[in-house]
């Protein structure tokens, strides 16, 4: 089952959802002597990111990527690298490692084997995957109409990271897979508003790319959602 932690305010839901992940960052360091984090893109983290910057721990031993980014240049407005350099590699964890996915490559495809090698030091299984979700029901740079959504959803694929052309929305993307999520210590999805939680309720019946993390019972997401 899915744990729920449904808040009144956006602001009280950061402030949770920040303090609980830089914990299990911290039981992470504690146990094995590094921890991992992929963070999402979009509008919604900004505000967790904040909380999460100013919380205090090892973070030399933090490493953090990014479940998706879309093939621009990291200062592009659209970058999730941008994002999270300006909101989460601040104060407290301006002391992390980073691992930004996009290459140097004009294609995203010629990019990959070189975004795949950064990826080395990355402490795997991942301590923690943090997804947004689309109110078309995508999650990571899974959505609906990506012509390899299916090898993007292979429970069976090896790579960790893979490309994909939306369709439907801008830029070339970079994404981790669904096993690679699925092999995360936790998995969290982080949303807000009445439509979006709509849409993960009807997941399953829409056949939404969501409902391949929110659906499944071996690794349950816990959901983080605020009107
Ligand atoms: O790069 C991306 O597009 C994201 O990582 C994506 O998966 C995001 O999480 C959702 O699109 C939700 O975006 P919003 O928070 O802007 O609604």
Redesign the pocket.
């Known amino acids: 089952m899915s744990e729920l932690h449904h808040f009144s305010e956006r602001s009280a839901l950061d402030s949770a959802l920040a303090a609980h992940i830089a914990g299990r960052l911290a039981a992470d360091i504690r146990r094995r002597g590094s921890a991992s984090l992929a963070v999402?893109?979009?509008?919604?983290?900004a505000g967790m990111f904040a909380a999460l910057s100013r919380q205090q721990l090892a973070w030399e031993q933090v490493w953090i990527t990014l479940?998706?980014?879309?093939w621009v240049d990291p200062d592009s407005p659209d970058s999730?690298e941008k994002l999270v350099r300006e909101q989460l590699l601040q104060n407290a964890a301006a002391a992390a490692n980073f691992i930004g996915l996009k290459g140097s490559a004009t294609e995203a495809a010629a990019g990959l084997a070189e975004v795949s090698a950064r990826l080395d030091p990355l402490p795997l299984p991942l301590t923690c995957a943090v997804?947004?979700?689309?109110g078309d029901g995508?999650?990571?740079?899974w959505f609906p109409r990506a012509s390899n959504l299916a090898e993007l959803l292979d429970p069976q694929g090896e790579a960790l990271l893979a490309c994909s052309d939306p369709v439907t929305?801008p830029h070339q993307?970079i994404t981790f897979t669904l096993p690679a999520i699925l092999a995360a210590g936790e998995i969290i999805i982080h949303i807000t508003g009445e439509e979006k939680r709509a849409v993960l309720a009807e997941a399953s019946d829409k056949g939404y790319p969501i409902a391949a993390i929110s659906e499944q019972q071996d690794n349950p997401a816990s959901i983080w959602w605020a009107p």
């Open positions: 999402s893109g979009g509008s919604t983290p479940v998706d980014e879309r999730n997804l947004g979700m689309g995508h999650t990571a740079s929305a993307r």
